[in-house]
């Protein structure tokens, strides 16, 4: 989390900022959405100035070296009206600056020193920021500045309240939220309404957490329960602890974490009898669907077997995929690019790398409207609302952004399809603008109707064939009784006694978590996320 010396920081550059906007800084700030001004032809040649914030380091799927060629791509497929009609007038070019987001606040330190740089003169596009601590600022004073921002990443559910601080944000990606929305038909589809989530916190990037967050802000405004488990994946893992959760809630498990995880985790489930079909596991994949393909459960080590069978209760949930010819060329010139690089990997293209590629056409589109009504580059909030409520032909399909700003998701369900060979497929898919669900023909699920579990008490019936006596002595039914009395009342103390031993140190690491949890909602306020992930 941020320091409190480094948030002043951050407030002293923003203000040093704004006082540094000169006069040649006439370019709409505080215009706010629908401002502005008609005063350019728009036959005239423009210089659109993007800043792209993306982190340098190359362990993010999102990173400058990976996202760039695909930036490149779309930038040259303008020049040479690859889009099927001119967009922009003749002449018109894209200087387009990097600068090091990493994944907090220097994404906004870049952004103030460089509009100091220029005399306060700003940039006409934002691209970027990727993760939720940086997008949040930067998101805030494009707002504040009237400067449009784009982005394949600030998925977030807190960035679709887009009425006042995000008002000039638009989401290229599929949000979380959206992903939500999947898992709730799909549950119709089954008729569930219960759901655990387990999923993996490292309190600092908190991918799934915000994933999972999505999943519970739309299950909870339509009335269905979740209870939510979680834990650091970069700490010894509890295994059993997990299973013992899962085991006292609810049958139909959404699960957040790497895939060796997740392995484990099902390893530990199947060990515990829970794979034959009496629960059901989904595990959320949104960034890396190629490697959970056929034989994502394989490691080449002596536990395949049993992770092939304790997948066969496990479902995937990842972007469906679309191809085209145009898809594919794009694919094999951002992977040349990529590789150029040094970095070698088997998805050179992600959703991130498509994101942003779509942002450009997207501005594009945008920026034709807006200086066909008579409107310029500098009204940012022109620009943003005519990138909100339309459908366009992205690199991989169709791209449709709703009337917030934020891009419908199309989603698939990956299920193992032949559980002697362990080979997996898609068994259902999610088309977002129509919010429909559809399974596949000729899907056999390996669970069974999983109805709400109900725990019965034990009923312990006693039977007497002795006749009854008339007699107020104690006769030997009376003593038989009160001796039986007493020792299961002996039998009930030491129970409780080991029962309260065994389990204290659970009880202790449940009440640590949820006091944890309050301190994430705190920070979570404190950034301004507006995270409303009340049972995580």
């Given at each position: 989390?941020?320091?409190?010396?480094?948030?002043?920081?951050?407030?002293?550059?923003?203000?040093?900022?704004?006082?540094?906007?000169?006069?040649?800084g006439?370019?709409?700030?505080?215009?706010?959405?629908?401002g502005?001004?008609?005063?350019r032809?728009?036959?005239?040649?423009?210089?659109?100035?993007v800043?792209?914030?993306?982190?340098?380091?190359?362990?993010?799927?999102?990173?400058?070296?990976?996202?760039?060629?695909?930036?490149?791509?779309?930038l040259?497929?303008?020049?040479?009206?690859?889009?099927?009609?001119?967009?922009?007038?003749p002449?018109?070019r894209?200087?387009?600056?990097?600068e090091d987001?990493?994944c907090?606040n220097r994404a906004?330190?870049?952004l103030?020193d460089?509009?100091?740089?220029?005399?306060?003169?700003?940039p006409?596009?934002?691209?970027?920021?990727?993760?939720?601590?940086?997008?949040?600022?930067?998101?805030?004073?494009?707002?504040?500045?009237?400067?449009?921002?784009?982005?394949?990443?600030?998925?977030?559910?807190?960035?679709?309240r887009?009425?006042?601080?995000?008002?000039?944000?638009?989401?290229?990606?599929?949000?979380?939220?959206?992903?939500?929305?999947?898992?709730?038909?799909?549950?119709?589809?089954h008729?569930?309404n219960?759901?655990?989530?387990?999923?993996?916190?490292?309190r600092?990037?908190?991918?799934?957490?915000?994933?999972?967050?999505?999943?519970?802000e739309?299950?909870?405004?339509?009335g269905?329960?979740?209870?939510?488990?979680?834990?650091?994946?970069?700490?010894?893992?509890?295994?059993?602890?997990?299973?013992?959760?899962?085991?006292?809630?609810?049958?139909?498990?959404?699960?957040?974490?790497?895939?060796?995880?997740?392995?484990?985790?099902?390893?530990?489930a199947?060990?515990?009898?829970?794979?034959?079909?009496?629960?059901?596991?989904?595990?959320?994949e949104?960034?890396?669907?190629?490697?959970?393909?056929?034989?994502?459960?394989k490691r080449?080590?002596?536990?395949?077997?049993?992770?092939k069978?304790?997948y066969?209760?496990l479902?995937?949930?990842t972007?469906?995929?679309?191809?085209k010819?145009?898809?594919?060329?794009?694919?094999?010139?951002?992977?040349s690019?990529?590789?150029?690089q040094?970095?070698?990997?088997?998805?050179?293209?992600n959703?991130?790398?498509?994101g942003?590629?779509?942002?450009?056409?997207?501005y594009?589109?945008?920026?034709?409207?807006?200086?066909?009504?008579?409107?310029?580059k500098?009204?940012?909030?022109?620009?943003?609302?005519?990138?909100?409520?339309?459908?366009?032909?992205?690199?991989?399909?169709?791209?449709?952004?709703?009337a917030?700003?934020?891009?419908?998701?199309d989603?698939s369900?990956?299920?193992?399809?032949?559980?002697?060979?362990?080979?997996?497929?898609?068994i259902?898919?999610?088309f977002g603008?129509?919010?429909?669900?559809?399974?596949?023909?000729?899907?056999k699920?390996?669970?069974?109707?999983?109805?709400?579990?109900?725990?019965?008490?034990?009923?312990?019936?006693?039977?007497?064939?002795?006749?009854?006596?008339?007699?107020?002595?104690?006769?030997?039914?009376?003593v038989?009784?009160?001796?039986?009395?007493?020792?299961?009342?002996?039998?009930?103390?030491?129970?409780?006694?080991?029962?309260?031993?065994?389990?204290?140190?659970?009880?202790?690491?449940?009440?640590?978590?949820?006091?944890?949890?309050?301190?994430?909602?705190r920070?979570?306020?404190?950034?301004?996320i507006?995270?409303?992930?009340?049972?995580?």
């Open positions: 989390m941020p320091s409190l010396p480094v948030l002043l920081s951050a407030s002293v550059l923003l203000g040093w900022a704004l006082l540094a906007r000169g006069a040649g006439g370019d709409g700030g505080g215009a706010g959405p629908g502005g001004r008609r005063e032809d728009a036959s005239q040649p423009e210089t659109i100035e800043l792209v914030l993306l982190p340098r380091d190359d362990a993010y799927l999102f990173s400058q070296a990976r996202v760039r060629p695909a930036i490149d791509y779309a040259r497929s303008l020049e040479r009206n690859g889009t099927g009609r001119p967009l922009l007038p002449g018109t894209f200087q387009v600056d990097y987001s990493d907090g906004l330190f870049a103030v460089r509009v100091a740089r220029a005399q306060g003169a700003k006409d596009l934002i691209l970027g920021p990727v993760c939720e601590y940086a997008a949040a600022p930067v998101a805030r004073l494009a707002s504040h500045w009237d400067l449009p921002m784009l982005s394949a990443g600030a998925l977030a559910a807190g960035f679709q887009k009425d006042t601080e995000y008002s000039h944000l638009t989401r290229v990606a599929p949000a979380y939220a959206k992903m939500g929305e999947m898992m709730l038909a799909l549950f119709r589809h008729h569930w219960r759901a655990a989530l387990v999923y993996s916190d490292d600092l990037e908190r991918n799934c957490y915000f994933t999972l967050e999505g999943v519970h739309v299950f909870q405004e339509q269905l329960h979740t209870s939510a488990y979680n834990f650091d994946e970069t700490k010894d893992l509890d295994l059993d602890d997990i299973v013992r959760y899962i085991q006292a809630g609810e049958r139909v498990v959404i699960m957040c974490a790497s895939g060796d995880t997740i392995r484990s985790i099902m390893l530990a199947h060990r515990h009898g829970m794979t034959g079909g009496d629960y059901v596991f989904f595990n959320i949104l960034f890396n669907s190629s490697s959970y393909g056929d034989g994502s459960w080449g080590d002596k536990h395949d077997f049993e992770a069978q304790a066969s209760s479902q995937t949930v972007l469906l995929r679309t191809v010819p145009e898809f594919e060329k794009f694919s094999m010139e951002v992977k690019s990529v590789e150029k040094g970095l070698n990997e088997e998805d050179y293209v959703m991130f790398v498509e942003f590629h779509d942002a450009i056409l997207l594009a589109l945008a920026l034709h409207e807006v200086l066909r009504a008579g409107y310029s500098k009204d940012g909030g022109k620009i943003i609302q005519q990138t909100w409520n339309r459908t366009f032909e992205g690199i991989a399909g169709q791209v449709s952004i709703d917030n700003g934020d891009r419908y998701g989603f369900v990956i299920g193992m399809a032949d559980v002697e060979a362990g080979t997996q497929e898609v259902g898919d999610y603008k129509e919010g429909r669900f559809e399974m596949r023909p000729n899907v699920y390996s669970w069974g109707p999983l109805k709400p579990r109900i725990d019965e008490a034990r009923i312990v019936e006693h039977t007497n064939s002795a006749p009854c006596k008339s007699s107020g002595g104690l006769e030997e039914s009376a038989t009784g009160i001796v039986v009395g007493a020792l299961l009342g002996a039998g009930l103390l030491m129970a409780f006694y080991f029962f309260r031993k065994k389990y204290r140190i659970t009880i202790e690491r449940r009440n640590h978590q949820e006091e944890s949890n309050v301190g994430k909602h920070e979570l306020r404190e950034d301004s507006r995270s409303h992930f009340s049972v995580a």
